[in-house]
Every structure is written in structure tokens, then in C-alpha cells.
């Protein structure tokens, strides 16, 4: 007879969410149930939906986990690179990796599908905390950048592949863009810095 360890709330939320960001990864966002977590960490149905309320619930929390790991570094890479410790290209890879290789864009579009309205909410309102923790949620350029930046993020992650295959660019196309425009962006903003 097998004894489990007796998790604390946090501690099985986070395991939870750690088997549900494993799931959204190797295999998509439908696999993220509360049945297919409880099984992953060894809990009942009953524990997740507990913590969760609903699978619509368990994702939601996902979503916020990610979006706020995510920010987390997207936030250290633009200060390496206003530091001239990174470069523009690194905010760009973080962003696209977020909603492609973490999945942050499927989960976003099977929550959408799935009649879940408010399923951006976590996503939107971290970007929106990162945009602020930068002290630059007045510059307009930024927040235009930090959209268009975002947008395209997420419609690579959904058809990148096949679209520049089909328009016969390299895969890369996208976030090459991406690069451009941020960059333009950083040079509009210091330009338009008060000179000494």
C-alpha cells in the first residue's frame, strides 16, 4: 500500500499547475482536464476541482501562471537590453516562444473556443502589469509596439508555419519583422529624448 504526501493547498495547486503546463506542452491545451492533471500528480478529480472549480478554471489559472512567468522574463530581457546587456531580438524570441513553444497561444485559442470569455483576462492583464512595471504604460509608442509586438506573437504561434511556407519565406519571417519593428520603436523613443 502506497502512502501519498500530504500536500499543503499551495503546494498542490503548484503541482497541479506545474502537471497542467506539462500536458499544455507536450500534447495541447484539450489535454489540460482536471482528470488528466489529477492522474499526472496522483490526486482525485475531486482535490483539483477543489482548488479549480472547473477545467475552464484549471485553465484559466494556467493561463495567469504562464502569463505571469512569462512577463517575468520578457521584463528582464527589455531591461538587459536598455542595459545594452541584450538586444531587441531577445524580447522578440521570449514573446514568440511564450505563445508557441510554452503554448500560451493554443491554450488562449482552445479557451476562446471553448466559450471561456474571459480567458485573456490573465494574459491581457499581465501584459498590461509589464507595460506599467517598465514605467512606460504613458508612452504611447510602446504600448502600439507592445501590441503589435504581441498580436503577432500569437497569430505565428497559430499559423506561422504553414502561412510562410505558403508565401515561401523562411520561418523566421515573423519574428524577423517583429525585430524590425521593435527596434524602429526604441529608436522613435530615443530620438525623442530630451538631448544634454
Do not use: Y
Not at 496522483?42 to 477545467?55: D, K, V, Y
Amino acid at each position: 500500500m502506497s502512502i501519498r504526501k500530504r500536500l499543503s493547498p499551495e503546494e498542490s495547486r503548484t503541482a497541479a499547475l506545474k502537471a497542467a503546463r506539462a500536458l499544455l506542452i507536450e500534447t495541447g491545451p484539450q489535454s489540460v482536464t482536471l482528470k488528466a492533471v489529477a492522474g499526472r500528480i496522483g490526486r482525485s478529480h475531486a482535490n483539483l476541482l477543489h482548488h479549480f472549480g472547473s477545467a475552464s478554471g484549471l485553465q484559466k489559472a494556467l493561463a495567469e501562471d504562464l502569463a505571469s512567468s512569462i512577463c517575468a522574463k520578457i521584463a528582464d530581457a527589455v531591461i538587459a537590453s536598455r542595459s545594452g546587456a541584450g538586444a531587441p531580438r531577445d524580447v522578440v524570441d521570449l514573446t514568440f516562444d511564450a505563445f508557441d513553444k510554452e503554448g500560451a497561444g493554443a491554450l488562449a485559442s482552445w479557451m476562446l473556443l471553448s466559450g471561456n470569455e474571459d480567458a485573456l483576462d490573465p494574459i491581457v492583464d499581465a501584459v498590461h502589469d509589464l507595460v506599467i512595471d517598465l514605467n512606460d504604460f504613458g508612452s504611447e509608442g510602446l504600448r502600439d509596439t507592445t501590441l503589435a509586438l504581441t498580436l503577432m506573437a500569437l497569430g505565428d504561434a497559430l499559423l506561422g508555419g504553414p502561412l510562410s511556407a505558403a508565401l515561401e519565406l523562411p520561418r523566421t519571417a515573423a519574428r524577423d519583422r517583429a525585430e524590425k519593428l521593435l527596434m524602429e520603436s526604441i529608436e522613435t523613443q530615443s530620438a525623442a529624448l530630451p538631448k544634454d
